[in-house]
């Protein structure tokens, strides 16, 4: 029985001895400091908070750092500004309730330097975000201060990169001195609300490089839209709440963090668990483009070029002597003032000799003034404001109408994705651009027709050479085309517009990945825009997708023939040597998956919204089986083939694997399974 209680006593000394120690693993108290080299490890061990040292440099200094990662990563720093010098320094909570950094002759160098009321109950704790927080009471809900709202360089998940209008109060990245020192160096980057929201980064103060407005999905000023696109980025843009951007993944396994490097860079890292090192996916900083107002005033930069700095069309340089010398910042001037401006008055009378100069893939100027008018009318707007003022406008559907009057400053010129920016010329600019067309078209066609008459002779002379070979191709091709007119009988008799390949080509810039907006078993659909600016969404047949001709065919004469709210609707189709291509419309929302499973736009679907979904797919579903000209049973509904237009309506889509039933018909066989 003694035994028993022995045991028993020790088992309950051993348990209490082991949740003081658990509990004071992630966690400073006014009776439990820190101490070169002591540190302490988040709950799930991905942090820990404690002393090191930078490669070239023996001073000490406090931080945290990614704990499980062997290269040693440092996400935050205390006394960046004054460190350690020798292996002294303790951390502690003081006697006030601050968390403070101090050197063997109890100097304090770094602090909180918060009002605490009730020191004597406050906790610093390292949570599993990277946070550092300093609180009172156990359940720490009164936090006094945090490491994410006073960061060093680095931007982590779930950390706020903010703006407060009201309070003034910013939360900023601030960049290193050097690699090998922490102290504050020359830029910083903030979200600025401005009338949009955008990422700025400045470099002593002074405006150094845009990221371009907020549409709600990316920023549209970005040349690769990758960092905007990321999974779960968001940015909160209420006026009657702080601005602020930050990012959260459901993928635990996914390390991704970005930092603002000395050199004024914002580099986003993804660990690389099989080289053993981070990998750079994304830098802000890619070409001198990429620094604000490179070109100046009514300059425009393009990287592309061997000279990367021009006026725009209708400007000259200010400065003929720094251009020659590569020093474009005094920017551009007018060669010849717009009429409303030769105008005595300034009013609108003669304003319609004015044009505007369409110029497509552009980083938009800054400070733009917005408007929520539509997109047809921009232009009236910006042609009939008062005394001039408005030199040039834009439309993008996540902003509205974007409207500059004064110097358009870093304006870029993108090789994919971007803006079309239209800008206000006098009419003179436009006989010369007419003059200049004429002179092309003349000397191109010339050239045509040179080239024609000596592809001619050419084809004469070659034909005896091409033989047998040339006219199995030619009866093959002849075969193939006759089988797809034959397929295409159907859909003539529903009259669907037909597209050529290359006003399909023209309109995904060349099915640029850019464009891309998913991948289907029928192969991969692209974002296209017509020469009239409509937006479609286009379906090419992979040539490694098991589909083919048979299920391409069946997907264009079942849609042909269907009209419902909740079907997806067929423009048209391109049947061109071996290209088998769709044409549908736009869904801005692209598929229902992409809310179901992503854990922050799911938050958009509410209960109504949700039920609004089930509902629309019902009602199409209705339609197909019962109420259309044909029973058509889709085989293959799931998620991804249900689309959602702006409003968050469903389509039903992809009827690759649709089978169509007689009227009196209720059962069919079937030779393959499909379907998902």
């Known amino acids: 029985m003694g035994k028993t209680i022995s045991c028993s006593v020790l088992l309950a000394l051993i348990s209490c001895f082991y949740l003081l120690f658990a509990t004071a693993l992630d966690t400073i108290t006014p009776s439990k400091s820190i101490k070169d080299p002591d540190v302490i490890i988040s709950q799930k061990g991905l942090f820990r908070l404690g002393f090191f040292s930078l490669v070239n440099s023996s001073n000490r200094y406090v931080g945290i750092l990614y704990h499980q990662i062997p290269i040693q990563t440092v996400v935050w720093v205390a006394n960046r500004n004054r460190p350690l010098k020798d292996s002294s320094g303790i951390l502690t909570i003081s006697d006030d309730g601050n968390l403070v950094v101090s050197n063997g002759k109890a100097e304090i160098l770094w602090s909180t330097n918060v009002n605490n009321t009730a020191p004597n109950a406050t906790t610093a704790q390292l949570l599993d975000s990277g946070n550092l927080v300093l609180s009172n009471g156990e359940d720490g809900a009164s936090s006094l201060w945090e490491s994410f709202e006073d960061p060093s360089n680095a931007f982590i998940e779930t950390m706020k990169i903010s703006t407060d209008v009201k309070t003034g109060r910013k939360v900023e990245l601030k960049s290193w001195k050097s690699i090998d020192d922490p102290s504050d160096g020359n830029f910083s980057l903030s979200l600025e609300p401005f009338n949009s929201p955008e990422g700025i980064i400045r470099k002593n103060n002074q405006l150094y490089y845009r990221t371009g407005p907020w549409n709600g999905n990316t920023f549209i000023g970005l040349i690769d839209k990758y960092a905007a696109y990321l999974e779960g980025f968001y940015v909160a843009d209420n006026p009657q709440q702080p601005y602020y951007m930050t990012y959260e993944f459901s993928n635990d396994s996914m390390l991704i963090y970005s930092e603002l490097d000395s050199q004024g860079k914002f580099i986003e890292w993804k660990w690389d668990e099989g080289k053993g090192n981070w ?347 019962r109420d259309s000209r044909l029973k058509i049973i889709h085989r293959d509904l799931k998620a991804s083939n249900v689309l959602l237009d702006q409003d968050l309506n469903p389509k039903i889509s992809d009827f690759g694997m649709a089978r169509i039933f007689g009227g009196d018909e209720n059962q069919a066989n079937t030779k393959r399974v499909v379907g998902t």
């Open 279 to 625: 990998i750079n996916k994304y830098s802000s900083y890619q070409t001198n483009c990429d620094v604000y107002g490179y070109c100046g005033a009514f300059g425009i930069c393009d990287s592309s070029k061997r000279t990367i700095c021009s006026c725009l069309k209708g400007f000259k340089p200010r400065n003929i002597e720094e251009w020659s010398r590569g020093n474009w910042s005094s920017g551009c001037s007018r060669t010849t003032l717009l009429q409303c401006q030769r105008d005595n008055n300034g009013s609108g009378a003669s304003q319609g000799d004015d044009w505007f100069l369409e110029m497509k893939m552009m980083k938009v100027p800054a400070f733009p003034h917005l408007s929520s008018i539509s997109n047809g009318q921009c232009k009236d707007q910006c042609m009939n404001m008062k005394n001039c003022s408005c030199v040039a406008y834009a439309y993008d559907d996540g902003i509205g109408c974007m409207l500059w009057s004064g110097d358009l400053i870093d304006v870029q010129k993108f090789s994919a994705s971007g803006v079309d920016l239209y800008i206000r010329l006098p009419s003179s600019e436009l006989d010369k651009e007419k003059s200049s067309k004429v002179i092309v078209i003349t000397t191109v066609t010339a050239g045509i027709v040179v080239i024609t008459i000596s592809a001619l002779f050419l084809w004469c002379g070659m034909a005896k050479q091409r033989g047998t070979n040339k006219r199995h191709k030619q009866i093959k091709h002849k075969s193939y085309s006759e089988n797809v007119r034959e397929s295409l009988i159907g859909v003539k008799l529903q009259q669907l517009p037909l597209f050529n390949f290359e006003e399909l080509a023209t309109a995904t810039n060349n099915f640029h990945p850019e464009k891309r907006l998913g991948q289907g078993g029928f192969g991969p659909v692209y974002k296209g825009t017509l020469d009239d600016g409509k937006e479609i969404a286009v379906k090419r047949l992979s040539k490694a997708s098991g589909q083919g001709l048979e299920e391409f065919m069946n997907e264009v004469v079942v849609i042909s023939k269907l009209q419902h709210r909740n079907l997806v609707r067929l423009l048209g189709c391109c049947v061109e040597a071996e290209e088998k291509i769709l044409v549908y419309e736009f869904m801005p929302n692209k598929s229902l998956d992409a809310f179901l499973f992503d854990p922050i736009r799911q938050r958009l679907l509410d209960w109504r919204k949700r039920f609004n979904i089930i509902e629309g797919i019902s009602r199409g579903l209705l339609y197909l089986h």
